[in-house]
Each structure stands twice: as structure tokens, then as C-alpha cells.
């Protein structure tokens, strides 16, 4: 049967104390209603229609796909009154899942049994039990026993604040998601009314009208509340981030992960770990991530968009963006590698050495206080303390190219363009500006002077 999917994004969130739309704020590296997209659209549905309003402009440059529909809700006026504004968008047959922007943890596992639930024909409301419903509306049953599970037929979902003092004492709450027939869902919209405490149109109401019209309104439960949380201020984002990376450690750790702490661990993209990992208190994962076998990382790391090979170790506060590390190579601590470095096996990057688009072959070296952009280097090499490589002439970029087995002395800068051929010695603070043949030794460096019986000069009296 058809599917269609209605997200409810059109709210300021107010306590959010933000300019920016409340569903763009970040969760684990993307907006909140990213998350709940992508979740919607692994169901596959026929069309997804994203309801806007406040900062539509922004939410809807952020969201623009092909399959996706956008209609605006100006003002807003309630949950009832956004999905209206959705019913030119839908068709007449099938079923129609209702998501809210804001609650993005939802598992793709319990929209698919919601969507069960209804099968076309029934009203279902994807509901949990919270030990504090305060603010959530209350699902209220018929006082017999009279469906299969033993529990009252469900006959409405009261707002808080128009609950009674026993009616907020219950703690079966709607989540705000629901899936329904979307003929009938139509038809429960257009009945819809403002009279109620808050002056709105209810989406909840469309329960009353099922109820009277004799359509049957059955539920499914979330696994766990944190599924269905929403975010309306900064306070309930931060928990809910340290919830959904609790989400990812557990999945890491039930792999096989060693996780020093999984309360110090953040996942902002993908990470795919082989055997005997090991990461360390503090690291943060962006983009997509790949750790092979037997690798480590140490604490206070940030890797983003990378892949570490077998065995390496990646020592403490090492930051990695767009590069790949070979098999059994050590890097840090404090290491930098940026876009394109690429490392072979058992290379060595040392404290405070930045590599930026450059190539270093099995076993190369730079171990500290060094520099290595556009560089292609070769196997053996031995890359000096303080030494640079000067790619930039102010205008462009140009290339050094080191062959195997070169020793590069200490606070050497290779002028690019130029090459340095295998085999070949820099001795310690030359400037290279002309290639070097393989073999040879090589010093670009002003002839020491002294002079005796110098003075420095003096200050002079005040």
C-alpha cells in the first residue's frame, strides 16, 4: 500500500534562544530534521512533505531533494493545522504517516510497525509510558477491558493542559506520531476545531473523530522514551545528544569495540571498525570513518573522513581530516594530517608535524616539528626536525618530489618545484632550490663567520 510521510517542521522553537530554526539545530553532526528524514525516507515512501514556517526559507534550502515536497504553514496554528496544510499534497488512497521535525531518534523498526498497525483501514498512534508525562498528551482508554491486549479501547488523547488532575496522572502518552488512512485522515482534518485552551487545531483531535465515525484506533508502542523525545531547549538537545551517542558506543562496544568510556565518545557521521579496536577517552568521529583491525587511538582525537589501516597506532590529540594511514604506522602525538595525505605502512608522524597533500611511501619519517605539503615522498626517507617544504610562491601551489632512502637534515626548507633524487643527503639548515642528484649531498647554507672579540651592544643610560 502507498505511503506518504508528513513532517511537522514549522515551529520557532522559542526556548531554543536561537535565530536559527529549531529543526536545524545540530545532533550528532546533523540538523534534527535530517535525522528524521533520513528515517522517513528508509521507509521508501511514494512522497515526503516537509510542513515549514518559521525560517521556511533556511529549512527548505537545507532539505531540497527530488522526492521531497514543501508547503508552508504561515501562521502557525497548531499540529491540526499544519498537516492541513499538507492534504493538497496527498493522495486519495493509502496511508499517511504523521513525524514531528523535532523528535529525531525515532528507529525506522517503529514507524514500520506503526505503519502495520494501521494496515489501511485503522488509526494508529505510536505511543509510551513515562514515568513523567508532564507536557505530553494522555492517551485515554474506556474503563473495560476490550481490546486484545487487556487494556480499554483508546477514545481520545487529551493536551496537558486540558487534561483533568486524574486524567494527568495517567502515563501512557501520544508521541506525536501517528499513521492513518489517508482518505479518512482527510476527512478528520477538515472536522477539526480550535476550541480548546491554547486556541488551536489539534492533531490529536482527529482520535475523537475516528472514534465516533467507528474506525477502530489501536497503538504501538516505542522500545524506549528516547526514541521519541523531543528537543525544545537547549538543555533537552545536550541530553539528547549524550543519548544518542550512548546509542552508538553501545552498538560499537556489542561489535567488538573497546571503548575506554563510552561517555566520552562522540560519533558525528559513520564508523566502521574491524577487530581489537581501541579508541580512547575524548575522540570525536566525523564524516565517515573506517578503523581496520588492531588499530588504536588515543585520547583526545578528532578524525574526520579517514580511513586507518591495520595496526596503527594514532597517539594522543592527532587531528586527521580527508587522509588514510597505512597499516602499522604511528601518528601523533599532536599530528596534523590534512585533505590528501596519503601514508603508507609503518610510516612515522611525529609531535607537532603537519602533512597536507602529499604521499609518503612504507616507512618514511618526519618526527617532529616538521612540514610536508604537496609533497610526494619516498620509502626510508628520514625527514628532519624543523624542515618545510615551501610550496607556495604566492600565487600557486608547486610540488616536491623526494626519493627513497633520502636523509633530510634538521630546519631544511625544500623550495618547490624541486626534487630530490634517491638516495640523496640534505645536510641540516640548507634552502633547496635546485634538484639534487640521487646519491649526492647537498648544503644550501651561508659559510660560518666569527668574529673575535665582538661586544654586543649596550643600553644606553637613562
Excluded at 488532575?165 to 480550535?194: D, F, H
Excluded at 482520535?207 to 531547549?233: I, K, M, P, R, W
Excluded at 597505512?326 to 602533512?355: M, Q, T
Amino acid at each position: 500500500m502507498a505511503l506518504s510521510v508528513v513532517i511537522m517542521a514549522a515551529g520557532k522553537g522559542t526556548r531554543m534562544r536561537s535565530a536559527r530554526p529549531k529543526v536545524l539545530h545540530g545532533l550528532g553532526g546533523k540538523p534534527l530534521l535530517g535525522h528524521v528524514v533520513a528515517t522517513a525516507e528508509a521507509l521508501a515512501p511514494e512522497r515526503c512533505i516537509v510542513v515549514t514556517g518559521h525560517g521556511a526559507e533556511a529549512v527548505e534550502a537545507a532539505f531540497a531533494g527530488e522526492h521531497r515536497v514543501f508547503v508552508r504553514q504561515m501562521p502557525q496554528l497548531g499540529t491540526g493545522h499544519a498537516v492541513q496544510q499538507a492534504v493538497p499534497a496527498l493522495p486519495d488512497d493509502g496511508i499517511t504517516l504523521v513525524l514531528n521535525g523535532d523528535v529525531p531518534l525515532i528507529r525506522e523498526a517503529t514507524l514500520r510497525a506503526l505503519v502495520d498497525a494501521c494496515g489501511g483501514t485503522k488509526l494508529a498512534l505510536l505511543t509510551v509510558d513515562l514515568a513523567n508525562p508532564f507536557g505530553y498528551g494522555r492517551i485515554v482508554r474506556t474503563a473495560e477491558a476490550g481490546d486484545a491486549d487487556g487494556i480499554g479501547a483508546v477514545q481520545a488523547i487529551v493536551e496537558e493542559k486540558d487534561a483533568t488532575p486524574l486524567q494527568r496522572q495517567i502515563s501512557e502518552v501520544y508521541t506525536g506520531i501517528l499513521a492513518a488512512p489517508t482518505a479518512l485522515l482527510k476527512q478528520w482534518l477538515a472536522r477539526l476545531t480550535n476550541q480548546n485552551a491554547q486556541g488551536e487545531y489539534y492533531l490529536t483531535d482527529v482520535v475523537a473523530h475516528a472514534v465516533a465515525d467507528g474506525v477502530e484506533v489501536c497503538t504501538a508502542s516505542a522500545a524506549d522514551e528516547t526514541e521519541v523525545l523531543g528537543v525544545n531547549s537547549p538543555l533537552q538537545l545536550a541530553d539528547l545528544e549524550r543519548r544518542l551517542q550512548r546509542r552508538h558506543a553501545d552498538a560499537l562496544m556489542e561489535a567488538g569495540v573497546r571503548l575506554a568510556d563510552p561517555s566520552r565518545f562522540d560519533l558525528r557521521g559513520t564508523l566502521a571498525c574491524g577487530m581489537d579496536v581501541e579508541i580512547d577517552v575524548g575522540c570525536v568521529f566525523e564524516g565517515t570513518v573506517t578503523i581496520a583491525d588492531g588499530a588504536r587511538v588515543g585520547p583526545h582525537c578528532v578524525i574526520r573522513d579517514a580511513q586507518i589501516a591495520a595496526g596503527a597506532v594514532i597517539h594522543p590529540f592527532t587531528h586527521i581530516e580527508g587522509a588514510s594511514v597505512g597499516a602499522g604506522a604511528l601518528i601523533g602525538p599532536f599530528a596534523r594530517l590534512r585533505p590528501g595525505a596519503r601514508l603508507g605502512s609503518e610510516v612515522h608522524i611525529g609531535n607537532f608535524v603537519e602533512v597536507k597533500n602529499s604521499t609518503l611511501a612504507d616507512g618514511a619519517k618526519a618526527n617532529h616539528l616538521a612540514y610536508l605539503g604537496d609533497a610526494t615522498v619516498g620509502e626510508r626517507v628520514n625527514y628532519g626536525a624543523g624542515s618545510i617544504t615551501a610550496n607556495y610562491d604566492g600565487a600557486n601551489k608547486h610540488r616536491t618530489v623526494i626519493g627513497a632512502d633520502v636523509h633530510v637534515g634538521s630546519n631544511c626548507v625544500l623550495v618547490a618545484p624541486v626534487t630530490i633524487g634517491d638516495g640523496a643527503t640534505i645536510g641540516g639548515g640548507s634552502t633547496i632550490t635546485k634538484e639534487v642528484a640521487a646519491g649526492s649531498l647537498a648544503i644550501g647554507r651561508a659559510r660560518q663567520v666569527a668574529f673575535a672579540g665582538w661586544s654586543r651592544p649596550q643600553k644606553k643610560a637613562r
